[in-house]
């Protein structure tokens, strides 16, 4: 695993900091959650920052919830069609 980097991001106008294995990727992500808080930003104008930043994350947690659960199913369903697949090479 490559050592980790400094990258210095942008994210609802505050410079931070941070340390990351893959800098661009890092850079990538900051960008994407800057476009989508400033997005709800505009959408609620008279929304205070750290409630449009926490309903940021709380959809974010949402969608990898449900991602979790999509996951779940398709390895259930992989692990069955392995299972029957054995019985032909066996």
Known sequence: MSKLQ???VMV????LNLFSHDPNE???AANELDSQIK???KQYPDTCHKTVMLY???KHYINIKKLEV????LK???DELSKALQ???V
């Open 87 to 89: 019985g032909f090479y």
């Open 26 to 28: 890092t850079i990538r």
């Open 12 to 15: 609802f106008d505050q410079r």
């Open 39 to 41: 997005a709800l930003a």
């Open 76 to 78: 259930a369903e992989l």
């Open 70 to 73: 999509e996951n779940a199913k």
């Open 56 to 58: 940021t994350a709380l």
């Open 6 to 8: 400094s990258v210095d």
